[in-house]
């Protein structure tokens, strides 16, 4: 993947500027300036503590930002719960511990949010709910509790019922870390199928292999700020800054 | 020692001990239906964005849970007249029993929708959904899951607790058992009787409480 894609677009769907956040006196976000196009693929890396969760979370406002603006096509995702509710309805997103309801099947999960949210008709949001199950491969699991899967089942799920709502874009907040390392592969690859469809996707993760692979650019964060951003080829092979030269040894030795 | 054990009252009313039975499961079920509605409103509010709400709430469970179910009964019973509420004493029973059972349920059922991962909640935001439909179709029934032992033994003491609306003379099997013993004084055997009576309908609800589980909440967790 890079800027060739064809559906990689120069409007961008994603603005961060001058994005500023605070938890209490900590300052979690710094002038955060950030543009994603429609159809780019951003992984987000950094060690622990330097915002970039705090970073993805602020799109769907789970995380509400106290300066700067952020747009989601064009909208400023702010205190306005309407904007709020569209931008949620556009963008879906995976957590790193899986969070599907227990208490409903694998394909209940899946059709909740369209039925309540977009009011499509039950057998609609089954059908786009079979369609995209068979997609991540787990369709066979589908009248299954989640307690019933394994990580990599489950958090293939929780991909399908993103995709249920049919988004434009993706947020990953580490979706492979709460993994056993022998399915880490079977969710990356999802993933992957998804970036060469050519959704919108924003990734935190560490897999390098996966950045490498499908991200059009690597955002290197510490300390709630971006310090580098480079397309993969550069970033990893002569990245600028020391502190991000320091990080890539760390990760890439453990690999 | 030569009391000599004299069943025939007991025989004799017996149909009456059985409709003193059901009148006691019906003060219970309507108390516990209250208690529900009382209790998961009460959730909802205690935790609202409106502060005074908030201390509303909090009182009344405070109230209620400091102050003995016989004067909350009589208050209710004698209180509302004087405000010019008329009511018989049966609905006055199981008005008494929800509110009493219902301050209960509040900071039962909050215990369990505590108990739920923040996860859950965001995975229902980022997905779209309102407050209300998280609440409602994510939050609820885990919550209910968690805490079902504690509320159905709190329904359980509800169920016993009606004997006491028998001292605002609502119809249940101890007012009906205070007659036939003030009736017969075989004391003993009349209040024997009712023993088995209250424990028989305890167990059998509890067999109910355990059907509705398996029935509801028998999804499988990790």
């Not at chain 1, 490498?212 to 600028?240: C, S, T, Y």
């Not at chain 2, 509420?85 to 059972?101: C, H, Y």
Request: aromatic share 8%; net charge neutral; charged share 20%.
């Amino acid at each position: 993947m890079n800027n060739a894609n064809p559906s990689t677009s120069a409007e961008p769907m994603i603005v961060f500027r001058h994005v500023e956040k605070w938890y209490g006196s900590f300052k979690a976000l710094t002038d955060i300036n950030l543009e994603v196009r429609t159809g780019e693929k951003i992984v987000l890396c950094g060690p622990s503590g330097s915002g970039k969760s705090t970073l993805i979370r602020c799109i769907n406002h789970l995380e509400p930002y106290q300066k700067g603006e952020l747009l989601v096509e064009g909208l400023k995702v702010g205190e306005d719960p309407k904007i709020i509710d569209a931008v949620r309805r556009e963008v879906g997103m995976v957590f790193q511990q899986f969070n599907l309801f227990p208490h409903m099947t694998v394909l209940e999960n899946c059709i909740l949010a369209p039925m309540r949210t977009r009011k499509t008709p039950r057998e609609a949001a089954v059908a786009t709910a079979r369609r995209l199950l068979d997609r991540v491969k787990i369709l066979d699991q589908a009248d299954k509790y989640p307690a019933q899967l394994s990580g990599g089942q489950q958090q293939r799920v929780a991909i399908a019922r993103a995709l249920c709502m049919e988004p434009k874009a993706m947020l990953f907040d580490e979706p492979t870390s709460a993994l056993d390392p022998e399915m880490v592969k079977e969710v990356l690859d999802t993933m992957i199928s998804l970036a060469e469809e050519g959704m919108t996707m924003i990734c935190v993760t560490h897999e390098m292999g996966f950045a490498r692979q499908v991200a059009d650019r690597v955002i290197f964060m510490a300390k709630g700020e971006i310090i580098e951003e480079a397309p993969p080829e550069q970033f990893f092979r002569n990245p600028q800054h020391k502190r991000t030269q320091q990080f890539l040894g760390e990760i890439l030795s453990r690999h | 020692m030569n009391y000599q054990l004299d069943f025939t009252p007991v025989i004799d009313g017996f149909p009456d001990l059985l409709w003193g039975c059901l009148g006691t499961l019906g003060l219970a079920l309507g108390g516990m239906v209250i208690a529900i509605i009382i209790g998961i409103g009460g959730v909802i509010l205690r935790d609202s964005p409106i502060k005074p709400i908030r201390w509303l709430v909090m009182a009344f469970v405070e109230l209620i849970r400091n102050t003995p179910f016989l004067v909350q009964i009589y208050f209710i019973f004698f209180a509302l007249p004087l405000a010019g509420i008329f009511i018989n004493p049966t609905v006055t029973a199981i008005i008494a029993l929800g509110i009493n059972g219902g301050a209960y349920a509040i900071e039962i059922i909050r215990g369990g929708v505590q108990s739920i991962h923040k996860g859950q909640i965001e995975a229902g935001k980022a997905l779209g959904l309102h407050k209300g439909d998280i609440f409602r179709l994510i939050v609820l029934k885990p919550a209910l899951r968690a805490i079902y032992p504690s509320l159905t033994s709190q329904f359980i003491l509800l169920t016993l607790t009606t004997s006491i609306a028998s001292a605002v003379s609502a119809y249940e099997l101890t007012s009906v058992a205070q007659r036939i013993e003030s009736d017969s004084f075989r004391s003993f055997e009349v209040y024997g009787t009712v023993t088995v009576l209250y424990f028989l309908m305890a167990w059998i609800m509890m067999q109910v409480f355990n059907l509705i589980s398996n029935r509801y909440f028998s999804y499988p967790v990790k």
